[in-house]
């Protein structure tokens, strides 16, 4: 860069100077337009400020419900949890009974020792399909 002289740096700053004014030259807004402007972002500021309050009263309104359904939905655990456990006794007590039923439902085979008699045998006698019928003359009749 070459070394200037005072008087060159004058004039570039007063050049500086003559196009800053007239980027300052565009249109100014009168009082009125700035009141307009004023009062137009105070009714939108307005409206979102009221917008607000009503998301913030819907949001409120929406974490009680959320609340009572996390209430409603722990209850129906715990009330599942129980419920759960009672099954499993009573499928326990129900698996007991019929082992208790079965027990008692098992075919034994009669034995007059069990009600107090000393048979002479011990089982019950069949007949014998080919055995011939007794006569009146073998049982003893006699006419």
Known sequence: ?????????LRQEVAKQSQAP????RHQPTKAELEQELATLKAALAAVEAEK?????Q?????????????????????LQELQTRHQALVAEFEEAKAVIRQLTAPRPYRFEDVGFKPLVNEIPTPNPNASPLGDAEIGWFD
């Open 1 to 9: 860069m070459e070394p200037q002289n005072l008087s060159d740096l």
């Open 22 to 25: 007239s980027k300052r030259s």
């Open 53 to 57: 309050m009503a998301q913030s009263a």
């Open 59 to 79: 949001i409120e309104q929406l974490q009680k419900e959320l609340q009572r359904w996390r209430d409603r939905a722990q209850g129906l655990d715990s009330e």
